[in-house]
Structure formats: C-alpha cells, structure tokens
C-alpha cells in the first residue's frame, strides 16, 4: 500500500524556479531514506538527489548541484525538491521514490517539468 504522489510540476521560463511536492503513505515514513528521478523523453531515468530519514545527508546529482534543494517534513510525510535557474535541459517528468528493506523500488506517478520560453 506504498503511494506517492508528486505534484507542483508545470512550465517555466529559463531562469525560473519550481517547487515540487511528494506526499508518501503506506511507509514508515520518518525511517524512510527518500529519493528524487526524472526522466527526459527518449533518456534513461536519472537519479537527481536523496534526503536521509533525518535529514542530516543530503546528495545531489552534479547536474543540478548548487540549483536544487531537497528537504522534507516528517510529520507530514512531504518531500519537496525546491529548482532554481532552471535550464531546458531540465525538462523531464519527475518522480519521488522509496526503496523498502528488500530493495523493490516505489514510484509516484510523475510530475511534469518543463522549461521553456
């Protein structure tokens, strides 16, 4: 009964900024390592940054390093990724996920990014 779901995607200008939401259920959220992909049209899926459980480890792919910031709430079961100086390049669909303790994968169902003029 994992669920995620993304939100706060949409267009934006180059130079813009976004804030991308996912809400978790189904998890013990609070003991939860949680992870942001995206996903380009016609590209692999790409990690794009992770946030441990307290919030004390905080990575980022070298794409996007310096212009995103994860963070997340506990007591609401919400992780954000906040963009800025967004590029084109950017563009994807972005996903929020969890891996449990056997490893298997969770995802939302996606969020659209785009960055264009």
């Known amino acids: 009964q994992v669920q995620l779901v993304e939100s706060g995607g949409g267009l934006v200008q180059p130079g813009g900024s976004l804030r991308l939401s996912c809400a978790a259920s189904g998890l013990v959220f609070s003991r939860s390592t949680m992870r942001w992909y995206r996903q380009a049209e016609g590209k692999e899926r790409e990690w794009v940054a992770t946030?441990?459980?307290?919030?004390?480890?905080?990575l980022y792919a070298d794409s996007v390093k310096g212009r995103f910031t994860i963070s997340r709430d506990n007591a609401k079961n919400l992780v954000w990724l906040q963009m800025t100086s967004l590029k084109p390049e950017d563009t994807a669909v972005f996903y929020c996920?969890?891996?449990?303790?056997?490893?298997?994968?969770?995802w939302g169902q996606g969020t659209q990014v785009t960055v264009s003029s």
């Open positions: 996920n969890y891996k449990d303790v056997f490893r298997k994968d969770y």
């Open positions: 946030v441990s459980e307290d919030s004390r480890a905080k």
